[in-house]
């Protein structure tokens, strides 16, 4: 992605947009008791490591909000460099049909500090069976300081091996028998952290995953700025979002619907590979 | 957008990427007491008006929050086109510099069920200055069900008119006197309803606004299957999101980050204005 230059930067600090913080030196005006720089200060002492790299992986029928997510809040990082990385050249299209034009391949990302793998559905599946792509997740988690993934993309992850033996949660559809496959003990939370590797239940729970992970890394303050930045104090108008406080009937439904599309592609997968 | 296909259609039903219920009659296995058509029935009950076009509109610089929650949660309006309609032919960029071709422009969109306007920085600025855009939003407002905002997107929608003497909510930042501009009277909610507008605070509550607007148009079910298929059960990692739950040290860095952006823009376009 190119890089942003000044003038863009001081408008990406702005308006719901970017806590980024400014390299500008200037006391805010109209409050001498606390100048730019101090705050900041205060804002980066809990940095825990220099990240310079985040890469979020895209691809056919991406979930829209597994990758905007984690992206929106991991992507004011300041001084990060943000990409999303798809399988092959050219535009993809995500799950609600919009076109995005990826910034790079996996042949051309040797090194990520952070690499993000959201969920879809049919993609997500074939990814999961794509051995060029788990060799390029299991190359990069080789130095990256953090492996995550969201939602169904834990699928992905679970299939490099990387979490074996691990405790990790993904999407709550088969959420269970779909880590068993791979050795891996889901735990039913909103996001787990098992060492370096980070994974978050469906969805929206990559924002949560997203904010803990900017927490641990460049602490309290960064984390609730970036959090005001985009007015994160939900509010959800109904009760629901989780099988157990979603009526059985639609659960049921949900998990029927599911069935319908996965089942018979996991099917003929596993059918082509055993071939 | 292009039309879905079945099969793909079948996908999109699975695995977090969309509950828009499906055309087909088969019985749900091994679950003979609920049919997928009873279910499907009991979640269009209460439906209220049919929704044919989901118009977002998008623009160089658009929160990639402010415009992917609504469009993911009302995309999943059953048979619903959906649309990023864009001021200009070609790419954008969003804030978080992910590169978009929308679907139309403002001059190949004559009508809309449901237009959402979301936020952004610089180019929300400017958009709120941009006749021929505020035009076309009064024109699509003629026939529309609902015209919604996110965001500092209500500082558009505000100065089209058609808020005048309305209620309205936007982003925390300076958002009483930038509805005042515009003789909208801000009320500090989450999302706020007045007659066919609609409005949100910033960013995240985009998505509590458009899950309320899908159950006024279908109902309780319907609205906890898309809560529960993008896993909508947030656990923020820490406290804040607002500025009263945030730390008012944090509070005051960002209002003087996005002042130094906002404030000298403003001033120049009403003195371009003036002149």
Known sequence: MQKIVLIKMIFLLCLGCSTEPQADT?????????????LMQTMNQERKASIKTLGVLVYEGVNDLDYAGPLYVLGQLMGVERKLVSLEQGPIRTVMGVELTPDATIDEVEQLDLLIIPGGARGTILASYDEKLLNWIRKIDRNSLYT????????????????EGKKATTNWYRAEEMLQKYDVQFVAERYVRD????????????MDMALAMLEDLRGFDYAQAVMLDMEYDPAPPIRGGSPEKTRPGV?????????????????????SRIR
């Open 195 to 206: 060492g370096k590797y980070w994974t978050a239940a469906g969805v929206t729970a990559g």
């Open 251 to 271: 659960t049921k439904m949900m998990t029927a619907m599911y069935d319908q599309g996965v089942l018979p592609l996991l099917d003929s997968l596993d059918y």
């Open 148 to 163: 995550a993934s969201v939602c169904t993309g834990g699928w992905i992850l679970a299939a490099t091996g990387l979490l």
């Open 26 to 38: 200037k006391k805010i005006s109209g409050d001498s008791s606390m100048s730019h720089d101090s």
